[in-house]
């Protein structure tokens, strides 16, 4: 026969004590957790939830909600739509928002294009010096635009290509960020996968566009963001490159409304809100088609 030993029940009752304890400093350590996390998205979004806010105040009363504290800094006494429609209307943002929409799309296309070919080359293709190609494409990337900014917008408009909007296109092809992300991706792919479509008679363009293309989406969709958002947000090159309003891109309108003397925050906040609405509704809807495409890039 077998013998249950006896457990003396201070053991057992200081064991679920302990357990208790444990218990009750876990759920302590997440409410902590839950309130820091919540004060620091707090503070993340109230001052965006307050530019939001004053882009419907009328102009006269951001400054004068200020003062004193009161629920008026966050409830003003009445909404209006006159920030937005005298930016659009009456300040020439809407044109403004165009050629940046213009200049980001434009970009993205045919910065794919040849992000994608340079990646396929420096990935697959062993040459004498690709070593020193790519090393010249990560300093491309590292060195800061600013540096170059004005000797390079000097030559643009040597070559006649001053206030175009082939002008400000053309940077945003040769992004060496996009490149390394692409060319790093396709070093992941077999190469099992190049040499079978050889073997089926497929050509060197036939295999990026049926092979490579189709398993990199989510590398791809990364790239055309940084190079999207780099160009929808540029301000330093549109302004060295040109001086008709006409051509001027959102970010260069958007500071036109401070002036020398007088400053306009409802329209400032207006187009702030109006340049930051684009890329959050891209970034929210691709979102969720990383996941997707990631999980369909691997070999089978």
């Keep these: 026969m077998s013998t249950v030993e006896s457990v003396p029940l201070s053991e057992v009752t200081s064991g679920r004590a302990a357990g208790s304890t444990g218990q ?8 902590i957790r839950t309130v820091l996390a919540a004060v ?14 004053n882009s419907f105040r009328p102009n006269q009363e951001i400054l004068s909600s200020l003062t004193p504290l009161s629920w008026g800094l966050i409830i003003p006494s009445r909404l209006t739509l006159e920030n937005y429609t005298g930016l659009l209307f009456e300040g020439g943002f809407s044109r403004a928002l165009l050629n940046s929409l213009i200049v980001a799309v434009f970009s ?44 390079l917008s000097q030559q643009f408009t040597d070559w006649g290509l001053g206030n175009t909007l082939i002008g400000l296109i053309l940077p945003g092809i040769g992004n060496g960020l996009a490149i390394f992300n692409l060319r790093q991706h396709f070093l992941g792919i077999p190469s099992s996968y190049r040499e079978a479509a050889m073997l089926d ?10 092979v490579y293309v189709p398993m990199s989406s989510a590398a791809l969709m990364n790239s055309a963001l940084l190079i999207f958002l780099g160009q929808w ?3 330093l090159w549109p302004l060295l490159l040109v001086t008709e309003n006409e051509l001027q891109v959102a970010p260069i309108a958007l500071a036109l409304t401070f002036g020398e003397r007088s400053a306009d925050y409802g329209q400032n906040f207006a187009g702030s809100i109006l340049l930051s ?24």
Excluded at 201 to 210: C, F, H, L
């Design 233 to 235: 947000t540029a301000y």
């Design 277 to 300: 609405l684009l890329p959050a509704l891209v970034l929210l809807v691709l979102q969720r088609f990383f996941g997707r495409v990631s999980i369909s890039s691997g070999e089978k």
């Design 201 to 210: 008679g497929a050509s060197e363009p036939r295999i990026v566009a049926s």
């Design 108 to 151: 993205v296309l045919f910065g794919l294009i040849v992000s994608t070919l340079a990646a396929y080359a420096l990935a697959v293709f062993s040459f004498p010096g690709r070593n020193a190609v790519f090393a010249v494409v990560v300093i491309s990337f590292m060195v800061p635009f600013e540096a170059i900014a004005i000797p």
């Design 40 to 53: 620091i998205a707090a503070a993340f979004i109230i001052p965006a939830a307050w530019i939001l806010i």
């Design 24 to 31: 009750r400093r876990g759920r302590n350590t997440s409410l």
